[in-house]
């Protein structure tokens, strides 16, 4: 699942330099860094078929020289995600500029969340 939303915001205008699990210290980097997935609901039918309803989520960096807040995130068209299970949906929260140590180059950071069912 990681590769298949790595790969899907690697195609993505502005995330060609886009870096699994590494963000470099320059302008234009960006790095995806994988959250975790977690379970929030199990149910089971009268056949033993198991449903699990789950989060997995990510942590999408981006440094800039720019102090305002990249229009990207406002702009991720959730849309065009990849599906990783039923009743799927996606979220970007959290947009924030996460670091400015007056070097001159900033560090964005935004949340992306899939929330899915799939079949156990």
């Known amino acids: 699942m990681q590769n298949t ?3 899907w915001l690697k195609g993505l205008p502005g995330l ?3 870096r699994m699990e590494a963000l470099e210290a320059a302008p234009g980097a960006s790095g995806l860094f994988c959250k975790g997935r ?3 609901s199990r149910t089971g039918d009268i ?3 198991i449903r699990i309803r789950q989060s997995l989520t990510f ?7 720019s102090r305002e807040v990249p229009d990207f995130f406002l702009k991720l068209d959730t849309q065009n995600a990849p599906i990783l299970g039923q009743d799927q949906t996606v979220t970007v929260t959290q947009g924030h500029l996460a670091k400015d140590d007056g070097s001159g180059i900033c560090r964005y950071e935004a949340a992306i969340t899939f929330t ?3 079949e156990g």
Request: proline share 0%.
């Open 5 to 7: 939303v790595f790969t």
């Open 16 to 18: 060609e330099s886009l």
């Open 38 to 40: 977690k379970e929030l």
């Open 47 to 49: 056949l033993g078929g």
């Open 59 to 65: 942590t999408l960096c981006l440094h800039s020289v």
């Open 116 to 118: 899915f069912t799939s």
